[in-house]
């Protein structure tokens, strides 16, 4: 894998198997899909940036949540909360906007306290340096509005 940059060795995943199912609700195994991504792979979309994403967030894996955030906007910590239990995540819309930006629309379900929940934004990306990055999102009705 000649050429491609590689996360810091903080950012690697926890070991799956590669039967099992992928968190993104891609149809393929977790070690082909963002197990991939996790292990240090750059995404080549930022619709598969997203999907590593959301999976990171089913697997808790800060460090990867960081090192994909893009600088200007990357918070100190996104320690996730471990009382939310991810559901499922459905990609609406994946729009390149130019060469190195895209906005990815999505909505991610999950439970916390035994309560049904809808995450619903619009998400941009910009890459740099061959890598794709999150930037920021809108949530619910503002994401709604941008249909």
Request: aromatic letters at 10%.
């Amino acid at each position: 894998m000649t050429g491609l940059t590689t996360l810091p060795p903080t950012a690697m995943p926890p070991k799956k198997t590669s039967a099992a199912p992928c968190p993104c609700g891609q149809p393929k195994g977790y070690a082909e899909c963002c197990g991939v991504y996790h292990a240090g792979v750059a995404a080549p979309t930022a619709e598969a940036l997203m999907r590593s994403r959301y999976s990171a967030y089913v697997l808790a894996l800060e460090p990867y949540l960081l090192a994909t955030w893009h600088a200007s906007t990357r918070p100190t910590d996104v320690t996730p909360d471990e009382a939310t239990r991810w559901l499922g995540l459905s990609i609406k819309r994946f729009e390149a906007t130019g060469a190195d930006s895209a906005l990815v629309e999505f909505v991610a379900r999950y439970k916390i306290a035994g309560r049904a929940q809808r995450l619903h934004e619009v998400s941009r990306f910009v890459r740099d340096d061959g890598r794709w990055y999150y930037v920021d999102g809108q949530f619910d009705q503002e994401a709604a509005d941008r249909r």
